[in-house]
């Protein structure tokens, strides 16, 4: 079962992450209904400021959501809350807990992703056992309050070619910039401002959706 979910990391897919204030004053509920109503397959949910029985109440929802929309969803951080709503999956930072801690934890059947930033992060992270790796940010990003230098995408056509587990590109990612990312090897892509800051999210969805089409379908029959 976990094999199968994988697959959707390996592809060319959307990976959308919440991001309540910067939503434009709609709530994670709707914003994501609104992302899994455009077909997009995989939603992290990532929420620092709320308390534990908040974000509780609000990843249940999201579990329920994206069970209806055969959709696969991935907690930020918390190994508990993801094995409490049944999550798929969990995502770790580089100070979040240990890989083999994550696994006891949760078991063999949850994804486990983890972000990287440089090549030693991808090596290892591979070698502990990630399942996925989210690699950034490629280019300069503001959604988190300590953000990370931009990495760029030499090291993302790296890890594209070299890494047998999926990397999913992440950090800064637009319309505007995406065709960098997928030139370099990008394909499952992560988002978060581009879409849940657009005043029409199905509408950027699929706006984003036809540049990775055209991509695909002119790379992979050429």
Not at 15 to 36: D, F, H, P, Q
Not at 125 to 154: C, Q, R, W
Not at 186 to 214: D, F, H, L, T, Y
């Amino acid at each position: 079962m976990k094999d199968k979910k994988l697959t959707l990391f390996k592809e060319y897919n959307i990976y959308a992450i919440t991001a309540e204030n910067l939503s434009l004053g709609r709530k994670n509920i709707e914003v994501v209904e609104e992302i899994l109503s455009a077909g997009v397959k995989i939603i992290q949910y990532r929420e620092k400021k709320k308390s534990m029985r908040e974000k509780y109440k609000e990843a249940f929802i999201l579990r329920e959501l994206t069970s209806k929309y055969d959709a696969i969803l991935i907690v930020n951080d918390h190994l508990d809350l993801a094995k409490i709503i049944n999550a798929d999956g969990v995502h770790l930072g580089q100070e979040d807990y240990p890989i083999e801690i994550a696994r006891e934890f949760l078991g063999e059947d949850f994804i486990i992703g983890i972000t990287a930033h440089n090549r030693e992060q991808i090596i290892q992270g591979e070698k502990e056992g990630a399942d996925y790796i989210g690699l950034g940010p490629i280019f300069e990003s503001f959604t988190k309050e300590k953000p990370h230098p931009p990495i760029g995408v030499e090291i993302l056509k790296w890890a594209t070619s070299n890494v047998k587990v999926p990397i999913v590109a992440i950090g800064g990612i637009k319309e505007k910039n995406i065709e960098l990312v997928l030139e370099n090897g990008g394909k499952c892509i992560a988002m978060v401002s581009e879409i849940v800051s657009s005043e029409n999210i199905r509408e950027k969805i699929e706006k984003i959706r036809k540049i990775m089409e055209v991509y695909k379908n002119g790379k992979d029959n050429s």
